[in-house]
Structures are given as structure tokens and as C-alpha cells.
């Protein structure tokens, strides 16, 4: 179980692993179940879930502390089956996130939970991104990875082909043009860059739409820039204002 905490793990068992209660219950109907873990109150008050006995296990809050990657250990645990790659979205029908380079779990995880809330249901990410079924990322999206699809790519690849089919790319820049200046559309592909580094030059030169946010009221001494889930929230928020 504490193995899975680590990516080549995961890939060579195929696994993942989901902790505490509301992680488990929104995600255990969407992805296949290898084993449950959980306390015997835990079984009392939420049943076995439809799930075969063979596959269902009983654990003290100890065992659990120490299968757990959580501060705080969870009185459940499961362990799912990393699910078969599917064909690429279609940025030409909808609209597209794109991740280039992100690393932290947590943003990650975060820009899984606002897509989800503004209904992208699709996010493109560069082989180089965090991994999606690592612990972290999968707590910090609340459930949302249940209903988010994230399929590494060969990013660069992705855009060029994108804007071959006249599809808009969109990306974030500190001297791009304000977006609220800027037409949006309800189609396409936002890209969003590393941490530190923002988007690289492979992925930029694909880019058709240089978007910037601008700090409030402009021109004032702020931060130097925004935390790319944030900058997501931003940016999602504004492309559906647009659309209602």
C-alpha cells in the first residue's frame, strides 16, 4: 500500500489509492476496485458498498496510520485500478485545458476540482506534468477526479495539430493581452504553464491567443504573478461568463 505513493509503483502494479471517506465515496463508483480497507465502524456506517467480500478488508485505525500517506489517518482506504488510456479530447467540440509542465500535486489537484466546477471535462497535460494518480494530487481534487479526465500527451504535438485545424489556443503571459479585452471563445484550449517557469517555448509557439490577467486596479504594485491554479480559476471563470 505505501508503495503506491511512488509513480513507478503505481504503473507497474496499475494501481492508485484513494483515502478517507469523502474521497472514497465519490470516486468508488467510477473506478474499478481492487481492495477496500476500511475500520470496522467505518463498514457499520457505510456499508460494503456493493463490492465482493473477497476484495474487503477489515483494519484497525493503527494499520491504516501506517498504509496511509495523511496526516490524519482515514478510516477507509481503496485501491483502484488505473484506468486504460482513451483517445484525445476534441478541442474543436469543447473546451480544453492544457498543463504544461505542472508540478506541484496540489495545483494539480486544484485545477481538476475548478474544471470540474465550471464544466471542463477534459484536461490535456505534458508528460512532464505530475502524475494525476499520485496520493496527493487525487486528495486535493476532492472527489473530482471521479468526473475530470487527464491524458498525458505530447503537448507540443497536441497544439500544433490543434491550430492546424484553426482550433483557438489560448495561453497565459505577463505581456499578453488583457483578457478582458480579448474575444473568448466556448471552444478551444487554455494553456497553462509551470510554476516558475510558465509556459515553454514548444508549447508557446502554438499558442494563437496571448491572454493576460491584469491585476486590480491596473498598473498597481502587486505580486509578481499568480499561483497557476488560481490564474485557472481566473481564466475559467471568466471564458464561462462569456458563454452564458
Given amino acids: 500500500m505505501r508503495s503506491l505513493a511512488e509513480a513507478k509503483h503505481r504503473r507497474a502494479e496499475g494501481l492508485f489509492v484513494a483515502e478517507g471517506t469523502k474521497c472514497v465515496l465519490d470516486t468508488i463508483g467510477t473506478f474499478s476496485t481492487a481492495m477496500l480497507l476500511a475500520t470496522p465502524q467505518w463498514f457499520a456506517e457505510h456499508g460494503r458498498q456493493g463490492l465482493s467480500d473477497d476484495i474487503l478488508y477489515e483494519a484497525s485505525r493503527a494499520d491504516l496510520e501506517r498504509m496511509s500517506t495523511l496526516t490524519t489517518p482515514p478510516q477507509v482506504i481503496a485501491v483502484y485500478r488505473i484506468p486504460t488510456a482513451s483517445a ?15 508540478q506541484d500535486p496540489g495545483n494539480l489537484g486544484t485545477i481538476i476540482r475548478v474544471c470540474d466546477w ?16 499520485n496520493p496527493k494530487v487525487v486528495q486535493a481534487t476532492m472527489g473530482s477526479i471521479s468526473r475530470v479526465r487527464v491524458t498525458y500527451t505530447d503537448l507540443p504535438a497536441a497544439l500544433t495539430q490543434a491550430r492546424a485545424e484553426d482550433v483557438p489556443v489560448y495561453g497565459t503571459f505577463l505581456d499578453g493581452t488583457d483578457m478582458y479585452d480579448t474575444d473568448l471563445s466556448e471552444n478551444g484550449i487554455i494553456v497553462m504553464g509551470n510554476e516558475g517557469r510558465g509556459i515553454g517555448e514548444a508549447a508557446a509557439a502554438s499558442v494563437s491567443h496571448r491572454l493576460y490577467i491584469p491585476p486590480f486596479p491596473t498598473g498597481a504594485d502587486t505580486a509578481e504573478s499568480l499561483n497557476v491554479s488560481v490564474a485557472t480559476a481566473i481564466i475559467l471563470a471568466e471564458f464561462r461568463r462569456r458563454a452564458r
Fill in 118 to 133: 465550471m464544466g471542463v471535462h477534459n484536461i490535456l497535460a505534458s508528460t512532464d506534468t505530475v502524475d494525476v494518480w
Fill in 88 to 102: 484525445l479530447p476534441d478541442p474543436a467540440k469543447e473546451l480544453v485545458v492544457a498543463l504544461d509542465r505542472v
